[in-house]
């Protein structure tokens, strides 16, 4: 992956290819919540609801996280009134931010759900970044690609654009991180000739 994306954050959705049929599908993120006390193991273990998972910390220490896979079952977190105490539904939500922290040099998988309008496909997924995204574009050897169909217009009417002004765009962060060969005025054309013809398939 090319430099400049190297620890740059992420939303919680995602246009990805389908596994299945290879059309655009959406990814989201799986949100997790550190299991604080030895009598809650029980309920989190027999949850259908949420997936159980012991993993070490930053310091190589065992922790119990109970998973939950948003859109895997439910648009939205479910009313959940028998949760061991100190816990709320709320603790599972995506974050209010726009982006979450994500570093691309590590090659780490993610987990999460997919779910694909075109072949009907739902089910948990371990997402591998930026090779799965579905708005992504090749240019000698060099790969552009974007969060979803949202930010690839963006980039597209970026690239396009004269004065090329981030402060107007809402991924102006991600935009900061475009590697320069895609913005060099000889390869204006083929790229944004390449990033239309993406957008343009329908799926």
């Known amino acids: 992956m090319t430099l400049p994306y190297v620890h740059d954050p992420m939303p919680s959705v995602l246009s990805v290819q389908c596994p299945d049929c290879s059309h655009e599908a959406t990814f989201e993120f799986a949100e997790w ?12 273990q027999k949850s259908k609801l949420f997936e159980f998972k012991k993993m070490s910390d930053l310091d190589g220490q065992g922790v119990n996280r109970a998973y939950y896979y948003h859109n895997l079952t439910h648009h939205s977190l479910p009313d959940i009134s028998d949760l061991p105490d100190g816990y709320t539904v709320e603790d599972w939500q995506h974050s ?3 982006y979450r922290p994500y570093n691309f040099d590590t090659g780490r998988i993610d987990a999460g759900s997919v779910v694909c309008a075109g072949c009907g496909l739902r089910r948990k997924h371990s997402l591998s970044w930026p ?23 963006e980039l ?15 991924y ?4 900061l991180k475009i590697p320069p060969q895609f913005l060099a005025k000889n390869t ?3 790229v944004t000739k390449r990033l239309s013809a993406k957008l343009s398939v329908k799926t």
Do not use: C, G, P
Request: net charge positive.
């Open 96 to 98: 209010h931010h726009m």
């Open 33 to 44: 919540v550190n299991i604080r006390l030895r009598k809650d193991l029980d309920y989190f």
């Open 156 to 170: 597209l009417d970026f690239i396009q654009s004269k004065d090329r002004n981030r402060s107007k765009y809402k």
């Open 172 to 175: 102006r962060h991600f935009l």
């Open 188 to 190: 204006r054309n083929t």
């Open 131 to 153: 090779s799965e995204a579905y708005f992504q574009i090749e240019y000698k050897r060099h790969i552009l690609w974007a969060f979803d169909r949202a930010s690839a217009v």
